[in-house]
């Protein structure tokens, strides 16, 4: 709620970066080799802010359409942000542009395995897509059973039910 952000160092205590970001962010995540930390605020702003190896001074911000779901770090520099948009961005801590973009439809959370080859997506529906990164070639399909489907949909229609109250 401060919009600041502090990293401190796991052993001593002490605060190694601190960066003021002038909102609250929803989600934060570190790139895969820890050099920048990778923050989304509620109304879709994403921003490197670079920890080691680049200058204090340099976050670099961009806009996600309709917000993001999640955000995970790859291997290296490296991270994947979820869109709500319906798109898996795989990004670098370089550059604000996607070295990839697969759609997701109706994708609402994620997984990254932690050799960063392949993705889980937790679908709307209960289901369960694994796939390969970075080509987004489906890989399996998980169904929820009988009674997750169930609670989905009863709190799917009390959704919808206090929606017309």
Not at 1 to 16: H, L
Not at 40 to 58: C, E, R
Not at 86 to 97: A, D, G, S
Not at 140 to 163: F, N, P, V
Request: proline share 5%.
């Amino acid at each position: 709620e401060s919009g600041e952000i502090e990293v401190r160092n796991i052993d001593s205590g002490a605060s190694v970066h601190q960066r003021k970001t002038g909102s609250s962010q929803d989600l934060l995540s570190w790139s895969g080799d820890s050099s920048a930390l990778i923050t989304a605020d509620p109304s879709g702003n994403v921003t490197i802010h670079p920890i080691k190896g680049m200058p204090a001074s340099s976050p670099m911000t961009f806009p996600v359409t309709g917000g993001v779901h999640d955000i995970k770090p790859l291997q290296g520099n490296a991270f994947a942000i979820l869109a709500k948009d319906q798109t898996l961005r795989l990004h670098t801590t370089q550059k604000v542009e996607p070295n990839t973009s697969i759609k997701t439809p109706n994708a609402v959370g994620l997984c990254v395995s932690a050799d960063g080859a392949r993705a889980a997506l937790a679908i709307d529906s209960g289901k369960i897509r694994i796939i390969e990164l970075p080509s987004g070639t489906l890989l399996a399909e998980l169904g929820g059973d009988s009674e997750t489907t169930a609670s989905i949909e009863s709190l799917e229609r009390d959704k919808i039910g206090r929606a017309h109250v």
